[in-house]
């Protein structure tokens, strides 16, 4: 969009995505899936997910015909899940895990998007004031490998933030 001098604000629907990536897509089956991974709709997501979402034109749809339901297991209503691409993406690049490179393609195409793995955070739950997360400064911190559950769209960053931000990094 960046690249392209787009000026409008899109919403786009995770959920439309959440469901085209997941076994519950009617088109899914395991000896021919040309539009869905056929990953449990539960689980989170990462890069080669949403290029394909994008790249093969099933998304992005608009936040507004698919909204987000925050809930696991929900049956969705097929007229939503229906909405329509609102945009063709052509292509994707991966700059990997050098930050010059990210920096670098943030300033050129306004974003990257990381994987990352991040723990139920919410009150109430035992990981709301972990070691892992500062509730004070919403930053998370992970230095265990694990599969990723969330995708995180980063559009610019701050080089001077504290690393004491960081509960495990202090």
Known sequence: MKRTGATWNPDYSEEH?????????????????????????????????????YTNWTGPANEKDAPYVATTGEAWPASKMKASAQRHVTGTEFVGNDINKMKAAIYAYGGVEVSIFAPDVYPGNPNYNSVNFDIKNYALYNDVARETNHAVFICGWNDNYPRTNFLAGK
């Open 17 to 53: 995505m959440r469901f085209w990536m997941s076994y519950k897509n009617p088109t899914y089956n395991l000896s021919n899936n040309p539009e869905g991974i056929g990953r449990n709709p539960d689980n989170g997501g990462d890069f080669e997910y949403a290029a394909s979402y």
